[in-house]
């Protein structure tokens, strides 16, 4: 991999078998014990390479449904890859609603750990530790289980993690959906700031203004394909022609 290459994929691919169960009830059951409901093979990722630079900002952009979620997770090594290779060089660190957060425990527990996973040190975790509870404005819930927490407040104790630990990968689903109107336009000014600067990030976003803004190049994808990997300007330009 060449130096400045972060993330090489070739031909990667991901297939979930999910059945179609339309035998949910008692009745359907016993009177289909010889006719199990039916498989369906979902294609969420269709076999695609790409390769991503180091403090590159990548959006990604497609549908409800066209895989964008399944491709960060494959990504950010959360699901495993049915075929091809990936290969990473560095940290990486996926957020989205919660992923990587574990509901059991505290705010103060998870911050720990994360930091923990993201190759920190105890104490240089204890050295950004308020920074993060304050960023993430959760200091009243600090050692309150997140099972508790609205999904706004879990986003934005992972963003606040992301922001004050960083890892060299960041892969943010959707965060400006979540959280309320202050704390977007906080995590806005975080990205007007110097943090994106040493970072590379993959942007998930349905808002085509904050792609333009921040990504210099995009992915488009459509039915679990990378139908366009290339100009950010383009990669908008293909997705709106296509739903027109
Ligand atoms: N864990 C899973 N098990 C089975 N099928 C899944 C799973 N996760 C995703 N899928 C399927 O894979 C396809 C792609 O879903 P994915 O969530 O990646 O899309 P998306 O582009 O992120 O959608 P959205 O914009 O709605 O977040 C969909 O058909 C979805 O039903």
Same mark, same amino acid.
């Given at each position: 991999?060449?130096?400045? $290459?972060?993330?090489?994929? /070739?031909? !990667?691919?991901?297939?979930?078998?999910?059945?179609?169960?339309? +035998?949910?009830?008692?009745? +359907?059951r016993?009177?289909?014990?010889?006719?199990?409901?039916?498989? /369906?093979?979902? %294609?969420? &990722?269709? =076999?695609?390479?790409?390769?991503?630079?180091?403090?590159?900002?990548?959006?990604?952009?497609?549908?409800?449904?066209?895989g964008?979620? #399944?491709?960060? /997770?494959?990504?950010?090594?959360?699901? =495993?890859?049915?075929?091809?290779?990936?290969?990473?060089?560095?940290?990486?660190?996926?957020?989205?609603?919660? *992923?990587?957060?574990?509901?059991?425990?505290?705010?103060?527990?998870?911050v720990?750990?994360?930091?923990?996973?993201?190759?920190?040190?105890?104490?240089?975790?204890?050295?950004?530790?308020?920074?993060?509870?304050?960023?993430? %404005?959760?200091? %009243?819930? *600090?050692?309150?289980? $997140?099972? @508790?927490?609205?999904?706004?407040?879990?986003?934005?104790?992972?963003?606040?993690?992301?922001?004050?630990?960083?890892?060299?990968?960041?892969?943010?689903?959707? &965060?400006?959906?979540?959280?309320?109107?202050?704390?977007? %336009?906080?995590?806005?000014?975080?990205?007007?700031?110097?943090?994106?600067?040493?970072?590379? *990030?993959?942007l998930?976003? +349905? #808002?085509?203004?904050?792609?333009?803004?921040?990504?210099?190049?995009?992915m488009?994808?459509?039915?679990?394909e990378?139908?366009? @990997?290339?100009? #950010?300007?383009?990669? !908008?330009?293909?997705?709106?022609?296509?739903?027109?």
């Amino acid at each position: 991999m060449s130096n400045n $290459i972060i993330l090489s994929a /070739k031909n !990667i691919s991901k297939t979930f078998v999910i059945s179609e169960d339309s +035998h949910n009830t008692v009745k +359907h059951r016993l009177f289909n014990l010889f006719n199990p409901p039916r498989r /369906k093979r979902v %294609e969420a &990722i269709k =076999p695609m390479s790409l390769e991503i630079q180091k403090g590159e900002s990548i959006g990604l952009i497609g549908r409800n449904g066209s895989g964008k979620s #399944t491709l960060v /997770k494959v990504l950010a090594g959360v699901y =495993p890859v049915d075929t091809g290779q990936l290969k990473i060089n560095g940290s990486t660190m996926l957020m989205n609603l919660g *992923v990587g957060m574990s509901h059991e425990l505290t705010a103060r527990e998870n911050v720990y750990i994360s930091g923990s996973v993201l190759g920190l040190k105890i104490k240089q975790i204890d050295a950004i530790f308020d920074e993060i509870i304050d960023f993430a %404005e959760l200091r %009243e819930f *600090v050692d309150t289980k $997140i099972k @508790f927490f609205s999904s706004g407040m879990v986003a934005r104790l992972g963003f606040s993690i992301a922001v004050k630990a960083g890892a060299d990968i960041m892969f943010l689903d959707e &965060i400006f959906a979540v959280g309320d109107m202050k704390f977007q %336009e906080k995590a806005v000014k975080v990205f007007e700031t110097s943090w994106i600067a040493g970072k590379t *990030v993959i942007l998930v976003s +349905h #808002t085509m203004e904050t792609v333009r803004k921040y990504c210099n190049r995009t992915m488009y994808m459509r039915h679990g394909e990378l139908v366009y @990997f290339g100009d #950010t300007a383009k990669a !908008i330009e293909l997705y709106e022609a296509d739903n027109h």
